[in-house]
């Protein structure tokens, strides 16, 4: 059994590796902002940090444990609107700050939940891969690199960098939940003439991976890039989230120059942007590595979304 630290651990991804840790055996303390949302939670112990970006001393939480998980951020959907500085000042200087506890506080391995985004957002046919050279492309991005490398500037810490693409699952924000508020209402999209390529990670395989990892710590830092298996269309995802709340998704094609010219005047050039392009990843380092086999389930983790989001009175619906 295994003393691990999670921070955020009321969040998305915290949730999801709480409890994949405890199902394990492990022995979970989870780190929390305040007291709001800690019902259910799969922890052994609690502590309440306050603001991260606060700087907390969280040396006594950590000492004595074997591995820190770090998931505590502003999330890509949650830094709109939000200042380069703010965003940098959570997710970069906060980070930085708890890496250097974790090293003081002799851990063996500090976990950071990345993103994908700390390499780019977009790839042209080539997938991106443990070794690709980064490229971010928003504050967000440039943050979760920036984050990465302060982590690796720190002598004597071990660290795991994980970056994931698009994460679904229970709890999920963002422009999935926006897709499951679509398709529930049944609203049509104009995307069926789009054949780009995009791979997701439900949180349940991100949280299998991050227990993995935990139970095979490295003597030296790595990095690790993973995906569910399946790569789809943005036109097969909004047809496999309609089908995972029973409904039939409504596609009608628009050309993609009609597209981004109303995604410019609307504002929503990101979602749209998303919608049109392609980001492929090469995780095979990743499994051969850590001999990590989940079978493909996009199926399976749409329908745990699902029925997570229905008896919610599916947030956002009215």
Not at 285 to 311: C, F, G, H, I, V
Request: charged share 20%; net charge positive; glycine share 10%.
């Amino acid at each position: 059994m295994l003393r691990v630290v999670v921070t955020g651990a009321n969040g998305f991804v915290g949730r999801a590796v709480t409890a994949a840790l405890t199902a394990r055996g492990h022995q979970v303390v989870g780190c929390v902002r305040d007291q709001k949302s800690v019902t259910g939670l799969d922890c052994n112990d609690v502590v309440y940090t306050g603001p991260l970006e606060h700087g907390p001393d969280l040396a006594a939480a950590f000492t004595g444990a074997d591995a820190v998980v770090h998931t505590a951020n502003w999330s890509g959907a949650a830094t709109r609107g939000l200042t380069p500085g703010y965003i940098d000042a959570v997710n970069v200087g906060a980070t930085a700050k708890l890496g250097q506890t974790a090293m003081q506080s002799g851990v063996g391995q500090f976990l950071f939940v990345s993103s994908i985004k700390a390499v780019g957002d977009r790839t042209d046919n080539v997938p991106f891969h443990a070794a690709s050279v980064p490229a971010p492309a928003d504050p967000y991005g440039r943050s979760k690199l920036a984050a990465e490398g302060a982590l690796l500037a720190i002598p004597g810490l071990r660290a795991t960098l994980i970056r994931p693409p698009l994460l679904y699952g229970p709890h999920v924000k963002g422009s999935m939940l926006m897709l499951y508020n679509l398709a529930a209402r049944g609203v049509p999209l104009p995307v069926s003439c789009i054949a780009n390529r995009r791979d997701l990670l439900s949180v349940r395989l991100l949280a299998d991976l991050i227990a993995t990892c935990v139970e095979q710590p490295s003597h030296s830092s790595r990095t690790f890039l993973a995906r569910d298996g399946e790569t789809v269309s943005s036109a097969g995802l909004y047809q496999r989230v309609a089908a995972s709340l029973g409904k039939n998704a409504r596609l009608f094609p628009l050309p993609p120059s009609v597209l981004r010219f109303a995604g410019a005047v609307t504002g929503r050039q990101v979602m749209v942007d998303s919608l049109l392009s392609s980001l492929e990843i090469d995780d095979r380092e990743t499994r051969e590595r850590l001999n990590w086999a989940p079978p493909a389930s996009m199926d399976k983790d749409l329908r745990a979304t699902a029925e997570w989001y229905l008896p919610d009175s599916s947030p956002g619906l009215s």
